[in-house]
């Protein structure tokens, strides 16, 4: 009677530990933080573990892991004209494509920008814009996520990025990082 009550118990358990660490993969928030912008317009997740970092006269958000510090994420704030939405710049393929000959200057031929892949999307009444690129440098490849949606006169460029070497490791959550970009109010 004890061994089949303990052979009960370790079934239970197994079945519990099974329900618990299912549960923790399927939360699609595990591995990352909430951040709120301090006027709540905005929010978005950014891996657990990364610290924030002031940029002067760059970025409105930095954020980088402390390990791999040129895995980034940041975000980009510009005052547009207030009638302009996001399908008067073009399909995603055109402002992706107009991002990237926003980032090369005629005199500079040291990376090349290629689009891979860009996609519309709707979420909470806006459009939002998903673009992925592929940037290489002389010395090195890096692969970014972005994503582009406009507010009220407000263009957010938000994006995440690693080396080439290390995108096959952090693709996923880099995903659920640009796609948890939120506009709030």
Known sequence: M???LRSSARVLLSFVLIALIGACSANPSAGLEPFQSTDGRYGFLYPTGWTRVSVPNGPAVVFHDLINSDETLSLVISKINNDIDLENLGT?????????????????????????DSEERESSGHIFYDLEYKVTYPSSTRHELATVVIDRG???????GTDEVRWPKVNSIFQRVVDSFTLLI
């Open 2 to 4: 004890i061994q089949m």
């Open 92 to 116: 995603p393929e055109e402002v992706g494509d107009r991002l990237i000959k926003q980032l090369i200057s005629p005199d500079d031929q040291s990376r090349l920008i290629e689009l891979i």
């Open 154 to 160: 407000t263009l957010y460029t938000f994006a995440a």
